[in-house]
C-alpha cells in the first residue's frame, strides 16, 4: 500500500500535511504543526547532545544587539519590524515551550514600569523595579518554565536600559513589536 500512497502523494492528491523547511526550503512533513525546520536542519541547529530547540543566543541576536539607537539617536527600524519578527518566530520553536501567558507577564511589568515613569517618578526608582525581571527569568528558565533564549532576551536588553531613553524609547518599544508578533508564532499548547 505504500505504492498507492506515493502514486497519489505525487499526482498531487493528500500530502497536505507537508511543510517547507524554513531554513533550507526542502519539504518534509513535521512531527507538530509548529515545527518549521526540517529534521536535518533542526539538528544541525544545535550542538550535540543538546535537547530540541535549545540553541545559542548567538544564533538568535545580531552582534551588538540590543543597540537600539541609529547615530542619530532614532531607534532602528528592524526592532519593530524583522529583527522582532525573527524573535518571536524563534521563541515560538523554543524548547520548553512558550507561553503568551509568560511574554505577556513580563511585558506587563515593563509596561508598568513605563507608567509609572510617565507618571513623574524619577527613572533612577524604576530601575530597580526593571532590574527584577533578570532574576525572575533566570528562575523560570532554571525551571524549564521559558526557553533560555526567552531568558537571553531580558538579560540582554535589562542590561542596555542604563537610561530613561534607551527603556522608553528602546526597550519598550522593541518588546511591544516582539509580544505583537509572538501572538501568531506562540500557539498555547
Given at each position: 500500500m505504500?505504492?498507492?500512497?506515493?502514486?497519489?502523494?505525487?499526482?498531487?492528491f493528500g500530502g497536505s500535511n507537508q511543510a517547507k523547511c524554513k531554513n533550507c526550503g526542502k519539504a518534509f512533513t513535521p512531527k507538530e504543526p509548529w515545527h518549521r525546520l526540517c529534521p536535518e536542519c533542526s539538528s544541525k541547529g544545535r550542538p550535540q547532545g543538546a535537547s530540541p530547540g535549545r540553541r545559542a543566543s548567538g544564533d538568535l541576536f545580531p552582534p551588538g544587539y540590543p543597540d537600539y539607537f541609529d547615530s542619530y539617536g532614532v531607534l532602528r527600524t528592524e526592532y519593530l519590524t524583522s529583527l522582532a519578527q525573527k524573535i518571536a518566530e524563534e521563541l515560538g520553536d523554543e524548547r520548553p515551550k512558550m507561553t503568551m501567558h509568560q511574554v505577556r507577564a513580563f511585558y506587563g511589568h515593563v509596561k508598568r514600569q513605563e507608567k509609572a515613569i510617565t507618571n513623574g517618578r524619577p527613572y533612577r526608582e524604576?530601575?530597580?523595579?526593571?532590574?527584577?525581571?533578570?532574576?525572575?527569568?533566570?528562575?523560570?528558565?532554571?525551571?524549564?518554565?521559558?526557553?533560555?533564549?526567552?531568558?537571553d532576551f531580558i538579560e540582554r536588553n535589562v542590561d542596555k536600559c542604563?537610561?530613561?531613553?534607551a527603556f522608553v524609547r528602546g526597550f519598550v518599544e522593541h518588546f511591544q513589536a516582539v509580544v505583537a508578533y509572538c501572538a501568531g508564532t506562540i500557539r498555547e499548547r
Open positions: 505504500p505504492d498507492m500512497n506515493d502514486a497519489v502523494k505525487k499526482a498531487g524604576v530601575l530597580p523595579e526593571i532590574s527584577k525581571l533578570k532574576p525572575i527569568a533566570h528562575e523560570r528558565a532554571s525551571k524549564d518554565k521559558i526557553p533560555t533564549a526567552f531568558k542604563k537610561d530613561e531613553k
